[in-house]
Structure formats: structure tokens, C-alpha cells
């Protein structure tokens, strides 16, 4: 079984940058597989924020972070990667991975506070 261990929140200003990683142990995660990076806000559904096939050939990215987040993964240090730039008050959230469409156990997540 995979486990997911999310890093990298923390708190920063607003136009502040933070990179998350997303570390895959336990039972080898699939090369080929999409991740996503999802995030949840307080009172909100967990939402898609960004994914990446298997050979990043593809990204996805949701209309709010375009231009400001970029995703990238190293399949062989089975790490998952989210650069975040110009962040924003409203970028503030619980942010985890997970295949796309999810299909792991969720890991606990690392908490992304943007002040104003």
C-alpha cells in the first residue's frame, strides 16, 4: 500500500512564494500514474488545484493558480512537486496529492496560510 506524506506549508505574506512536496512510500507507486495536487478550504469541498501525467508531457492547472503554481514530479524519487508563487489570501488551505482521479488513502496534508 502507498502512503502519501505531504510537506512545505506553512505561513507566508501574500505575494509570497512556498514549494510543497508529496513523498510516495510504502509499496512502489506506479511511473505512469497522474498526481494531483487537491486543496481544501475551511467550509469547502477538496478541489483539483493541478496535475501532471506520468512523463509530465500534460499539466492541468485550475483557472485561479494559472501563471502562478507549477507542477513537476521525479518518478524516481517517487516525489511529487508544487511551486507556488504570488500567493494570495485566498489560496489559503489543507493541500495534499493523490493520483487524478484519487485513488489512494489520503495523507493528512500540509496546512498553506496566505496572510493579507
Known amino acids: 500500500q502507498v502512503q502519501l506524506v505531504e510537506s512545505g506549508g506553512g505561513l507566508v505574506q501574500a505575494g509570497g512564494s512556498l514549494r510543497l512536496s508529496c513523498a510516495a512510500s510504502?509499496?512502489?507507486?506506479?511511473?505512469?500514474?497522474?498526481m494531483g495536487w487537491f486543496r481544501q478550504a475551511p467550509g469547502k469541498e477538496r478541489e483539483l488545484v493541478a496535475s501532471?501525467?506520468?512523463?509530465?508531457?500534460?499539466?492541468y492547472y485550475t483557472d485561479s493558480v494559472k501563471g502562478r503554481f507549477t507542477i513537476s514530479r521525479d518518478n524516481a524519487k517517487k516525489t511529487l512537486y508544487l511551486q507556488m508563487n504570488s500567493l494570495k489570501p485566498e489560496d489559503t488551505a489543507v493541500y495534499y496529492c493523490?493520483?487524478?482521479?484519487?485513488?489512494?488513502?489520503w495523507g493528512q496534508g500540509t496546512q498553506v496560510t496566505v496572510s493579507s
Open positions: 493523490n493520483t487524478r482521479p484519487s485513488s489512494l488513502a
Open positions: 510504502g509499496r512502489t507507486l506506479s511511473s505512469y500514474a497522474t
Open positions: 501532471i501525467s506520468w512523463n509530465a508531457g500534460t499539466t
